[in-house]
């Protein structure tokens, strides 16, 4: 890909001849400065607060360094993780809901795909994220169309004062996968750059067990190799104690091959994507209030192709994004937000009668209050949407938190949900349906912390219960003619409870930590006009009633174990729930260690995967591999610039 070369000769002469200069004492802290986080993710961190957050600390996140998003998704969290084999698309949702009623957010830019509603996380590389925030339940009044399960806030973070930090990961699997990744971090009080490089290969020809062919023979894997690689250029200026912008250049290139389901006997389909995205914020920061604009401009290409059946199918897709939004507080019990959106969609392919595109305009505001004695908390916010030159439904949202006592607290949301319809729905060929309206819907959570600690002990416990409804849910269904069309005609209930447990104990230079999640979730198709009576009241395809996941890891002096068990319960592979997929148990294992050089740290691990060499199937049909293992070593260097 030509234009990832020039990017990444434009960043590295960019990151070599911004600190070519003399390089000043660094200041004092700034007493009005923010955290850098705040720049790209103001309504994250200051207008969530009541709904449930599962933060992935970046610790966590670097030992997936060598995967991309859907294995650490699978591994160390309860969301439903909806993966077509090992390198093929995979998909996430949250709280019942489908993909496409998952925002999927990166440094507060929407990644959702306008064509079809979700976002892949096997083209995300963990290399490139730094912290990961999931939100539960319904979020459109803060973050607009998608957010009705759930959010999930992807970050790439940039800091001041670091010095120069180098990090250089290497990693090699089993079916010859590999992954190289080089992260290049310098700063000092006024710049802050970081360049990261990688690249990911793999055949992916694992074993597996047939379970559709007679005498469920042991067979090899094929067409089912990938080769990913990309760049990341970020940068931060402090121009003054009131002014920063940020940048970022996110360029990559994904080539995998589609296996055949194990009902088919042969595939040679593949295909190929490039993405491009560009952001640019600025923010100016007063005592006060505090001033946010922001640009993003995305474009991603996808060609697949079958030789089997002389298809060839490309999609160009394109957005570009404007925002604006100002903070401010009131006294000191109230702090307000109002901020303006502006997006622009278009979508070029052969599958559409002609070039498709749409402008969205939004106002957004939130009310922040805070009690004098900083115990409770509650936010309102409210979001009127125009589409196409016409009004949305008035969007709105109630989170409350309230600390019961300093270790107990209870937390609520209200929120008023919706969800455009994709531009597959509006304009396929044949069977799009450009007159279909808004998803729309209600959602409601109630829950619980509770908080102890000393100093050597930490224990949280936590439960939520909630409930979703969405009405003029999109569907297709068969036609009178040869094509199934787009339609409005579901109603979609979703309700559940969500617990965890979450224990820390150290002992002299033993630590111990137990991390339990576990969530029940039913969700069904309601009656309603259209709604084919067999699938009323039933549970909603690959959703299943119980999910759970629990992590132990051990650390004593340079040495770590992990050990990951995760559950997925039965699901439902047709609407009236007549065949199912069966549940499994996965449990994978990790030892590493570390070696703390000057100035530097040496690190590596071993991992087993499928420990128990268990057979098992994410989506139906799509085989997934036996017991394998991979390991990695990682180089850290940190040097202060004085």
């Known amino acids: 890909m030509n234009y990832l070369k020039t990017v990444l000769v434009i960043s590295l002469f960019w990151v070599n001849n911004t600190f070519a200069v003399s390089i000043t004492p660094d200041e004092p802290i700034d007493t009005i400065a923010i955290d850098e986080i705040e720049i790209t993710a103001n309504r994250l961190v200051n207008f969530t607060n009541g709904a449930k957050i599962q933060k992935i600390e970046q610790s966590e996140i670097e030992s997936f360094n060598s995967s991309n998003l859907s294995e650490l998704f699978a591994q160390i969290t309860p969301v439903s993780v909806k993966s077509y084999g090992v390198s093929g698309l995979s998909n996430i949702s949250l709280r019942g809901m489908t993909s496409k009623h998952t925002a999927v957010l990166w440094n507060g830019f929407n990644l959702q795909n306008s064509m079809n509603g979700g976002h892949d996380m096997n083209c995300i590389p963990s290399f490139l994220i730094d912290e990961i925030d999931i939100q539960y339940g319904g979020s459109g009044a803060l973050f607009g169309s998608g957010a009705v399960g759930g959010v999930i806030h992807l970050t790439s973070n940039l800091k001041l004062n670091e010095g120069i930090d180098i990090k250089l990961n290497q990693s090699y699997g089993s079916f010859d996968n590999f ?6 971090n310098i700063s000092n009080s006024k710049i802050a750059s970081s360049t990261r490089i990688y690249h990911k290969s793999g055949e992916n020809d694992f074993e597996f067990v047939n379970s559709q ?3 469920k023979p042991i067979v090899k894997q094929q067409n089912s190799s990938a080769l990913q690689y990309g760049i990341l250029q970020s940068n931060l200026f402090k121009l003054n104690e009131k002014h920063k912008i940020v940048t970022n250049i996110w360029a990559q290139s994904l080539y ?47 060609k697949y192709q079958d030789p089997l059946i002389d298809l060839i199918s490309e999609m160009n897709n394109s957005s570009i994004v404007g925002e604006i939004e100002n903070k401010f507080t009131i006294a000191n019990n109230f702090i307000f937000n109002i901020g303006l959106n502006t997006t622009f969609e278009k979508v070029i392919t052969k ?5 498709s595109d749409r402008n969205r305009t939004a106002l957004f505001t939130s009310i922040k209050y805070i009690n004098n004695s900083n115990t409770f908390t509650t936010v309102l916010s409210f979001r009127e949407e125009l589409v196409n030159k016409e009004f949305t439904p008035f969007t709105l949202s ?7 006592t300093k270790y107990v607290n209870i937390n609520s949301t209200v929120s008023k949900t919706y969800n455009y319809p994709t531009f597959n729905d509006l304009y396929w060929n044949p069977g799009g349906n450009p007159d279909l309206k808004n998803e729309n819907g209600w959602s409601e959570d109630l829950g619980f912390e509770i908080l102890l600690k000393s100093n050597s002990k930490r224990l949280l416990l936590g439960t939520t219960v909630f409930n979703s409804n969405l009405e003029n849910m999109v569907v297709w269904l068969p036609t009178t003619s040869t094509y199934w069309a787009a339609e409005n005609v579901e109603k979609l209930w ?9 224990y820390n104990h150290k002992i002299d230079k033993l630590n111990i930590g137990i991390d339990l999640k576990y969530s029940y979730i039913k969700s069904t198709y309601e009656e309603s006009e259209n709604t084919e009576s067999s699938s009323v009241g039933k549970q909603l395809l690959y959703i299943p009633f119980h999910k759970g996941n629990g992590i132990l890891s051990l650390t004593y002096k340079w040495i770590n174990l992990k050990y990951f068990q995760n559950y997925t319960g ?10 199912s997929i069966d549940p499994f148990w996965i449990a994978d294992l990790s030892v590493g260690g570390s070696l703390k050089l000057k100035n530097s740290e040496l690190n590596i691990n071993f991992k087993i995967n499928n420990i128990w060499n268990e057979t098992y199937q994410v989506m139906a049909f799509y085989a997934m591999p036996l017991r394998y293992y991979s390991i990695s070593l ?5 040097k202060p610039i004085n």
């Not at 109630?398 to 019961?404: C, D, E, T, V, W």
């Not at 979703?494 to 979450?502: M, Y």
């Not at 039965?570 to 065949?579: G, L, M, W």
């Not at 990682?634 to 940190?638: A, C, I, K, Q, T």
């Open 179 to 184: 992954f190289e990744g080089l992260k290049f």
């Open 213 to 215: 062919q007679f005498g």
């Open 256 to 302: 995998r091959e589609v296996p055949a389901m194990m009902t088919s006997s042969n595939s040679l389909a593949n295909e190929y994507s490039d993405l491009f995205r560009f952001s640019a914020l600025w923010n100016r920061n007063n005592e006060n209030s505090s001033w946010y604009a922001r640009f993003y401009y995305n474009y991603e290409f996808l």
């Open 351 to 355: 599958n559409y009668l002609k070039d």
């Open 398 to 404: 109630l989170n409350s938190k309230y600390f019961i």
């Open 494 to 502: 979703s309700r559940g409870i969500e617990s965890q447990i979450n």
């Open 570 to 579: 039965e699901r439902f592979i047709t609407k009236d729930n007549s065949q």
């Open 634 to 638: 990682s180089y850290n260097f940190n």
